[in-house]
């Protein structure tokens, strides 16, 4: 099994930056996958950026060029570096991993976006 804690939610002003963190419970080099996915209210839940075991990364076309996902394998934790951000941007940020084919949930991290 796998825990995620996620932390680095808040309120900002549109155009501001914000970093979220997601700790996980094992080494990350053992998780095939992990991600940050957000979820509007009365929206679905869609992928924002991915990062694989072996470092590649994608990202959701509206968030390229904004959005960094990263991980520090020594400290097990996944980041989403978010700048310019803009209010569509506002969301539950929730964290995933996919360990052994099976996914994993952090418990979402609230952004808001507004002035």
């Known amino acids: 099994q796998v825990q995620l804690v996620e932390s680095g939610g808040g309120l900002v002003q549109p155009g501001g930056s914000l970093r979220l963190s997601c700790a996980a419970s094992?080494?990350?080099?053992?998780?095939?996958?992990m991600g940050w996915y957000r979820q509007a209210p009365g929206k679905q839940r869609l992928l924002v950026a991915a990062?694989?075991?072996?470092?590649?990364?994608n990202y959701v076309d509206s968030v390229k060029g904004r959005f960094t996902i990263s991980r520090d394998t020594a400290k097990n934790t996944m980041y989403l570096q978010m700048n310019s951000l803009k209010p569509e941007d506002t969301a539950v940020y929730y964290c995933?991993?996919?360990?052994?084919?099976?996914?994993?949930w952090g418990q979402g991290t609230q952004v808001t976006v507004s002035s």
């Open positions: 995933n991993a996919v360990y052994q084919r099976r996914p994993y």
């Open positions: 990062i694989e075991s072996g470092g590649n990364t």
């Open positions: 094992r080494s990350i080099f053992s998780i095939y996958s």
